[in-house]
T-cell receptor, first 116, second 109 residues
C-alpha cells in the first residue's frame, strides 16, 4: 500500500499570506489528523477529520482550518500567516473505524512551511 | 491539561548497550500508548504500541507500561548507530494523541 502523501513538501510565504496544504491518506483510511511540529512546542494536534466531518479540534486559532473530501483527501488552510506559523505540518491517517484514538496513526512526510 | 513528560536528552549510549527511554503521563484515562521514532528532518514512524500493563517485545524493542504509576518506557537492546534519533512517546484515549517533546538518543560507535 502506498503511504500517506503530502504536498507541497516545502513552502516559503510572507506574513499576511495564506497557505493550503494537502494530504492524501493511505488507501482505505478515513481518518486524517493534522499536527504542527516546532522545536519549542513539539508535536501539537490541530484537528482530525473523519468521513468529511471535523471530529476533534486542538487549541489553535481560527486562522487554522481544514476540510476533508469524499475520497478522504484532506486540506488544511492557514490564513493571515504569522512568523510563528513556521513549522513542519504533518498529517497522519488511520482507518478511524475503531473509535476513539486508540489505533495507530501513520504519518506523511510533512510540509515544511517557512514564513518570512 | 493532558501532558506527556520525557527527558529531552541527549541520551548517549555505546553501540551494543541497552538504551532506556522513559515517559510519564498525566491523563489516567489514557488507554493506548505509542512510541514513534523520528530521524532528523523526517516524519515520525511507529516503533511500538502498547495497551496493557506489562511488557511487550518486538525484536530489539521492549515497551513497558505501568498504568498505576502512569509510566511507559522503551528499551532498545543491542543499540545501533542507526537507532540514533528522537523518540516520541504519545498516548490516547477518547481524545487525540498527545505527544511528549521527545528524547534524543545518540548511539556512539
Amino acid at each position: 500500500k502506498a503511504g500517506v502523501t503530502q504536498t507541497p513538501r516545502y513552502l516559503i510565504k510572507t506574513r499576511g499570506q495564506q497557505v493550503t496544504l494537502s494530504c492524501s491518506p493511505i488507501s482505505g483510511h478515513r481518518s486524517v489528523s493534522w499536527y504542527q511540529q516546532t522545536p519549542g512546542q513539539g508535536l501539537q494536534f490541530l484537528f482530525e477529520y473523519f468521513s468529511e466531518t471535523q471530529r476533534n479540534k486542538g487549541n489553535f486559532p481560527g486562522r487554522f482550518s481544514g476540510r476533508q473530501f469524499s475520497n478522504s483527501r484532506s486540506e488544511m488552510n492557514v490564513s493571515t500567516l504569522e512568523l510563528g506559523d513556521s513549522a513542519l505540518y504533518l498529517c497522519a491517517s488511520s482507518s478511524g473505524l475503531a473509535g476513539g484514538y486508540q489505533e495507530t496513526q501513520y504519518f506523511g512526510p510533512g510540509t515544511r512551511l517557512l514564513v518570512l | 491539561q493532558k501532558e506527556v513528560e520525557q527527558n529531552s536528552g541527549p541520551l548517549s549510549v555505546p553501540e551494543g548497550a541497552i538504551a532506556s527511554l522513559n515517559c510519564t503521563y498525566s491523563d489516567r484515562g489514557s488507554q493506548s500508548f505509542f512510541w514513534y521514532r523520528q530521524y532528523s528532518g523526517k516524519s515520525p514512524e511507529l516503533i511500538m504500541f502498547i495497551y496493557s500493563n506489562g511488557d511487550k517485545e518486538d525484536g530489539r524493542f521492549t515497551a513497558q507500561l505501568n498504568k498505576a504509576s502512569q509510566y511507559v518506557s522503551l528499551l532498545i537492546r543491542d543499540s545501533q548507530p542507526s537507532d540514533s534519533a528522537t523518540y516520541l512517546c504519545a498516548h490516547a484515549g477518547n481524545t487525540p494523541l498527545v505527544f511528549g517533546k521527545g528524547t534524543r538518543l545518540s548511539v556512539i560507535a
